[in-house]
């Protein structure tokens, strides 16, 4: 069974970093692409990166240049760099893995809170 588990979150302070990690087992296949998902209360879930099988990488707008998503393929694990945190950027930070092989998967949530 494919499980994709998702950790580094926590507590930090504006302007702090944080480094969230996910994991995958279960599968011998490789995802078509990862992903990081957030979701603040009263928000809907929103994307904030994705990475290709091949290593292309995309952001929201609102985390360009603060986040950096990467992979390690060896370790079928996808990682979240988020550097210079806003308050705004607290959220419950989701992991999906798209298209593995014939659906996709999420991961179970890490929380992200970064006080003012």
């Known amino acids: 069974q494919v499980q994709l588990v998702e950790s580094g979150g926590g507590l930090v302070q504006t302007g702090g970093s944080l480094r969230l990690s996910c994991t995958v087992s279960g599968s011998t296949f490789r995802a078509n692409a990862m992903a990081w998902y957030r979701q603040a209360p009263g928000n809907q879930r929103e994307l904030v990166a994705t990475?290709?099988?091949?290593?292309?990488?995309t952001y929201a707008d609102s985390v360009k240049g603060r986040f950096t998503i990467s992979s390690d393929n060896a370790k079928n694990a996808v990682y979240l760099q988020m550097n210079a945190l806003k308050p705004e950027d607290t959220a419950v930070y989701y992991c999906?893995?798209?298209?593995?092989?014939?659906?996709?998967?999420w991961g179970q949530g890490t929380q992200v809170t970064v006080s003012s």
């Open positions: 990475i290709s099988r091949g290593g292309t990488t």
């Open positions: 999906k893995a798209e298209r593995l092989p014939f659906r996709d998967y």
